[in-house]
């Protein structure tokens, strides 16, 4: 029986460990968050100090990054509903990341508690 995308999301929550927002909240600023919806969704607000890599290119970009270029560094990985991190969260696990952490409720959670977001600046070709 072949799985389903839900099935292998259950299967990823199963294999890394889960923060809630609560949690999540105190890891800002102790943690490289990274944000891997896909660009329009990061634009329209993400975590205080995010960084966007969007799931399909996260395991061949994550290591250009200075700030997960050791695979020691501490990670915190969402998504808009936690699927998409806790998938990222395996891929990253299975390629030597040591400190990965997911945000079990996503960003769509975050958002509806009010919690704090920030929007990248729109960029001026003037």
């Known amino acids: 029986m072949a799985l389903t995308p839900h099935d292998l999301v259950i299967?990823?929550?199963s294999q890394v460990r889960e923060v809630n927002c609560d949690q999540a909240q105190a890891l800002l600023g102790?943690?490289?968050i990274i944000?891997?919806?896909e660009?329009?969704?990061f634009a329209a607000g993400h975590?205080?100090?995010?960084?966007n890599v969007p799931r399909g290119v996260l395991e061949f970009k994550i290591g250009m990054l200075p700030e997960a270029a050791d695979r020691q560094a501490p990670l915190l990985l969402y998504c808009?509903?936690?699927?998409?991190?806790?998938?990222s969260?395996?891929?990253?696990?299975?390629?030597?990341?040591?400190?990965?952490v997911s945000l079990s409720s996503g960003f769509d959670q975050w958002n509806?508690?009010?919690?704090?977001?920030?929007?990248?600046?729109?960029?001026?070709f003037e």
């Open 30 to 32: 102790k943690r490289v």
């Open 47 to 51: 975590l205080p100090g995010a960084i």
């Open 112 to 124: 509806t508690e009010q919690r704090p977001t920030e929007k990248p600046e729109p960029i001026n």
């Open 39 to 41: 660009y329009d969704e």
């Open 80 to 87: 808009r509903t936690s699927g998409r991190a806790a998938l």
């Open 11 to 13: 299967e990823a929550k």
């Open 89 to 100: 969260a395996v891929q990253l696990q299975k390629i030597g990341y040591a400190d990965v």
């Open 35 to 37: 944000d891997v919806r």
